[in-house]
């Protein structure tokens, strides 16, 4: 069975720095496509930032670019959001999410409120 957890969220005054963990059981992170999501209240949800399991390419939406990066640790199993210059606009739970064939996987998610 496979698990994703998150963790790292929390409140962030403009400016500040977060680092968002994602926990994974039941799934490699080296074989999956691993991608971090965030959801703001009234808004649909949108890909941040998707790091590949052939070669580790990363991408990331135009909003966060030059301030976010995804990367992952194969020996702990865990994949990162680290989130710099965070501004008022990226308040969201971030969720991560974990693709390998057909499968899909979801995290329950974490709350990052950026506010002074």
């Known amino acids: 069975q496979v698990h994703l957890v998150e963790s790292g969220g929390g409140l962030v005054q403009p400016g500040g720095s977060l680092r968002l963990s994602c926990a994974a059981s039941?799934?490699?992170?080296?074989?999956?496509?691993m991608r971090w999501y965030r959801q703001a209240p009234g808004k649909e949800r949108e890909l941040v930032a998707t790091i590949t399991n052939a070669d580790g390419t990363t991408n990331y939406a135009d909003s966060v670019k030059g301030r976010f990066t995804i990367s992952r640790d194969n020996t702990r199993n865990m994949v990162y959001l680290q989130m710099n210059s965070l501004k008022p606009e990226d308040t969201a739970v971030y969720y991560c999410?974990?693709?390998?064939?057909?499968?899909?996987?979801w995290g329950q998610g974490t709350q990052v409120t950026v506010s002074s």
């Open positions: 999410r974990a693709l390998r064939s057909l499968h899909d996987y």
């Open positions: 039941g799934i490699t992170v080296s074989s999956a496509v």
